[in-house]
């Protein structure tokens, strides 16, 4: 063998263990991404991407990066959207990351007993959620759900949702209405029996006013227990939360005794029955209250004014309830309509 081949051969040995040196070197050293946040872009190609994390001082240079995705196969697998990459990390792990697609993720809170029309509110000031529903009118909104034609309120679930950047508020909205129906149905498989209701979505209806009346959980069951004895009596449920959502914007925060007997299909002051929506979302503990009520006679309650309440089989017991709690013991003539005969009083 001439001695010019062996020496290229050598000097290609050489190369090439120095160049397979360096490229382990560049996969596996500890990197210093610090806090930054880093995004692909849609459309964004693998050497943009690798140049930008080089002009960053994230990588050493791009073209190892370049190198390691094709070796292993992910050149066309990066993953769209932020990230953050941890210090200490080396290459193959952020390049492990981007294709798993491991993107920073944003919180946004739907808290039990909101209406829908909150739930809207709480998306639109969402921070990197693309708004695909601000301004538009519910009907639109329930339609491009894929659920025209129903109301909204009650059919979604009240939790802590995380989406990532550029992700949609249809998005969010359609993991929570699935949520909702998921639960709604196991709860109403596992019912106690005889309750009075026709269908789950009655269930969902009574649950909601549970939600709004008590933010107890030792409670919830026994506020169901009295609604679901009153729909048994045939009387009405008389419980003010119906009568605020049936009032909408016009409500100003104080209820009187005006808009008691103000009639609206919610108002179950003036109407027995059910009224024709939940008037809220409500969360597992007030949908499990309704399908497993404490029922014990219990007709009326009164709010003690420590957030617990006084539950009474008779109007009477209940009267003397009224003026304990709510009149200081300090009995006064109060008409027939009002809040002192109804299930609930303030």
Excluded: C
């Excluded at 294709?99 to 990197?128: D, M, Q, S």
């Excluded at 009574?206 to 709004?212: D, T």
């Excluded at 008389?238 to 605020?244: G, L, M, R, S």
Aim: overall charge positive.
């Amino acid at each position: 063998m001439p001695s010019s081949l062996i020496r290229a051969i050598a000097v290609l040995l050489v190369v090439s263990a120095a160049v397979t040196r360096y490229l382990f070197w560049a996969w596996y050293h500890p990197l210093k991404p610090g806090a930054e946040i880093y995004e692909v872009k849609p459309g964004m190609s693998l050497r943009a991407f690798a140049r930008d994390l080089s002009s960053r001082h994230v990588l050493p240079e791009s073209q190892s990066f370049v190198w390691l995705a094709y070796i292993t196969g992910h050149q066309r697998d990066l993953k769209t959207g932020e990230y953050r990459f941890r210090n200490g990390m080396t290459a193959r792990e952020l390049l492990d990351q981007l294709v798993a697609g491991r993107v920073i993720e944003y919180p946004v809170v739907l808290v039990e007993g909101w209406t829908f029309r909150e739930f809207r509110e709480a998306l639109e000031a969402a921070p990197k959620l693309t708004h695909l529903t601000a301004g538009a009118p519910t009907r639109a909104v329930m339609e491009r759900l894929g659920h025209k034609g129903e109301h909204p309120e009650g059919r979604f679930f009240p939790d802590t949702y995380y989406y990532s950047s550029g992700q949609t508020d249809l998005m969010v909205l359609a993991n929570a209405y699935e949520k909702m129906q998921k639960l709604l149905q196991q709860e109403w498989e596992r019912r106690d029996n005889n309750l009075p209701f026709k269908d789950a979505y009655e269930a969902l209806t009574l649950a909601s006013i549970v939600e709004k009346e008590t933010g107890r959980t030792d409670e919830r069951r026994l506020i169901a227990g009295v609604f679901v004895n009153r729909l048994r009596h045939g009387m009405r449920l008389q419980t003010d939360p119906t009568v605020i959502y049936g009032l909408g914007e016009s409500f100003d925060g104080n209820l009187r005794l005006r808009d008691l007997r103000r009639d609206t299909p919610y108002n179950t002051y003036t109407r027995t029955g059910l009224p024709p929506t939940p008037v809220a979302m409500p969360g597992k503990d007030s949908l499990q209250a309704v399908m497993h009520p404490v029922v014990n006679g219990a007709l009326y309650f009164v709010a003690r004014g420590d957030g617990s309440h006084e539950f009474s089989a008779t109007l009477g017991e209940h009267n003397k309830a009224v003026i304990k709690y709510q009149l200081k013991g300090k009995a006064r003539p109060v008409p027939a309509s009002s809040t002192r005969g109804a299930a609930t009083a303030r």
